[in-house]
């Protein structure tokens, strides 16, 4: 399930590539604090690396059986189970692991840094 902050909520069965698999081929080395996901419209936000690599953290490219929408991210957008909306980068085109807290744009402005919805 997909939820926005302002409470909208959207149920869909999507199909990618765990993000777990991605970081281990990418050699990521200890220390990693947070993962950083850019998209092409120059947003960008992350996710403590603990969140990055759950089982079902994801990068995705299909939604409902059929491949991803551009006004739903295409080809390709992060996935997390439990985290708020802000944190799902649409249209993803670079993802940095750092060893450090990044602050994205809504975290910047207030927003919870590990975006995991409560209640």
């Known amino acids: ?11 869909a069965k999507w199909h990618g590539v765990k ?5 281990e081929m ?12 850019y998209g ?13 690599i759950k089982s079902d953290s994801m990068l995705a490219w299909q ?3 059929e491949p991803l929408w551009p006004k739903h991210g295409a080809p390709l957008r992060v996935v997390l189970s439990g985290i708020y909306g802000y944190k ?4 993803l085109n670079r993802i940095e692991v750092v060893q450090r807290n990044h602050k994205g744009f809504w975290e910047q402005r207030g927003y919870s840094d590990d975006g995991t ?3």
């Open 1 to 11: 399930m997909l939820q926005c902050v302002g409470g909208a909520r959207v149920r």
């Open 19 to 23: 993000l777990k698999h991605v970081l």
């Open 26 to 37: 990418a050699g990521v080395q200890p220390g990693a604090k947070d993962v950083v996901f």
């Open 40 to 52: 092409a419209d120059e947003y960008e936000s992350s996710v403590p690396f603990a969140t990055a």
């Open 63 to 65: 939604m409902n059986d």
């Open 88 to 91: 799902q980068v649409k249209w």
């Open 117 to 119: 919805i409560k209640g």
